[in-house]
C-alpha cells in the first residue's frame, strides 16, 4: 500500500481545502453518532474541511459530538426525495460524499435523485444501498456489509454480478475485505476480531469518502480505505483488546498511514 499512501502527501504550499472537502448525509434520531464517526474518521484521514447533512430532529446531537464538524440539516427524519436538492448543494461544494450512515431507510428516489444530480465521487453505505439496487452507479463505492451484501445478491444474483451491471465498486465487509471491481479482486486481511464492534463501519465509509476527495480513484480508494481501517483496529486492539471502540480506531488513523510509508 506504500505506493497508494504517498498519493495522501501534501506539498510544501498547501492551503485549506486543498486536502478536499467531504460531504455526509446521514444520521436520524435513533442513530446520530455514524454520521459523526464517519466525519471523524474523514478529518483523521486528512480530510481538510467536514459537513454532516443530517435529521432535523438529530442535528443538534450530531453537532455536540465535536465542534470540528460542520453540521446542516434535511427536514424530518428520513431522507426524501424533497431533500435532494439540498444534498445536491452540499456535493456541489465536496470534493467527495458519503451517504447512508446512521440514515432511517431512505426513500428509493432520494439515493437515486442523489447519484443522478450528482457528479463527484460517491460512497453509498448503510441503509442507502438497498433502496437504489437499481440506480447507476458508475464511479461510486460501496461499502456493505454481511446483511446487505445479502441483499445485493437477492436483488443481482451475485456481487460480480452487480459490479458489472452497475459500474459499482464493492468493498465487502468481513474477516477479510474483499473489494469487487469488474472482474477484479483484492484482498485486504489487515484487521482483528475486535473490529465487530458498532462503528467501523462508519469509520470505514468516512475513511473511503476522504480518500475519494483528496483524489484517489475509486479503486484506489476502496483498496486503500480497509487497509487503514484494519491497520488502525490493530494498534488499536494492542491496547484496549477487545475493549475498543470505533473512536480507539479512528484516533490511530494517523499512525496507521505513517506506519505504512
Known amino acids: 500500500m506504500e505506493e497508494l499512501l504517498t498519493k495522501l502527501d501534501s506539498g510544501p504550499h498547501s492551503k485549506k481545502g486543498d486536502n478536499g472537502r467531504l460531504g455526509i448525509v446521514g444520521g436520524s434520531i435513533e442513530f446520530a453518532g455514524p454520521p459523526a464517526l464517519a466525519g471523524l474518521a474523514a478529518l483523521r484521514t486528512g480530510t481538510d474541511?467536514?459537513?454532516?447533512?443530517?435529521?432535523?430532529?438529530?442535528i443538534e446531537v450530531v453537532a455536540g459530538f465535536s465542534p470540528n464538524l460542520l453540521t446542516n440539516r434535511f427536514i424530518g427524519d428520513v431522507l426524501t426525495a424533497d431533500s435532494v436538492g439540498k444534498v445536491a448543494s452540499v456535493a456541489e461544494w465536496s470534493d467527495a460524499l458519503v451517504v447512508g450512515p446512521g440514515l432511517e431507510t431512505p426513500h428509493p428516489d432520494a439515493i437515486e435523485g442523489i447519484l443522478d444530480q450528482t457528479d463527484v465521487p460517491t460512497v453509498v453505505d448503510a441503509t442507502a444501498i438497498e433502496p437504489a439496487l437499481g440506480a447507476n452507479f458508475e464511479g461510486a463505492v460501496l461499502t456493505p456489509d454481511s446483511a446487505e451484501v445479502e441483499r445485493i445478491e437477492d436483488e443481482h444474483g451475485s456481487l460480480d454480478e452487480f459490479v458489472r451491471a452497475t459500474g459499482a465498486v464493492v468493498v465487502s465487509k468481513g474477516a477479510e475485505?474483499?473489494?469487487?471491481?469488474?472482474?477484479?479482486?483484492?484482498?485486504?486481511?489487515e484487521g482483528t476480531p475486535a473490529m465487530t464492534v458498532a462503528g467501523t463501519g462508519d469509520t470505514l465509509a468516512g475513511v473511503v469518502g476522504s480518500l475519494l476527495?483528496?483524489?484517489?480513484?475509486?479503486?484506489?480508494?476502496?483498496?486503500?480505505g480497509p487497509w487503514i481501517v484494519g491497520r488502525a483496529g490493530e494498534l488499536a486492539a494492542e491496547e484496549y483488546g477487545t475493549g475498543m471502540v470505533a473512536t480507539d480506531v479512528i484516533e490511530r488513523v494517523p499512525a496507521a498511514i505513517d506506519s505504512g510509508r
Open 49 to 58: 474541511v467536514v459537513k454532516v447533512l443530517t435529521s432535523e430532529v438529530a
Open 177 to 189: 475485505d474483499v473489494i469487487y471491481d469488474g472482474d477484479d479482486r483484492y484482498v485486504n486481511d
Open 213 to 224: 476527495g483528496r483524489g484517489l480513484d475509486p479503486v484506489d480508494a476502496a483498496r486503500l
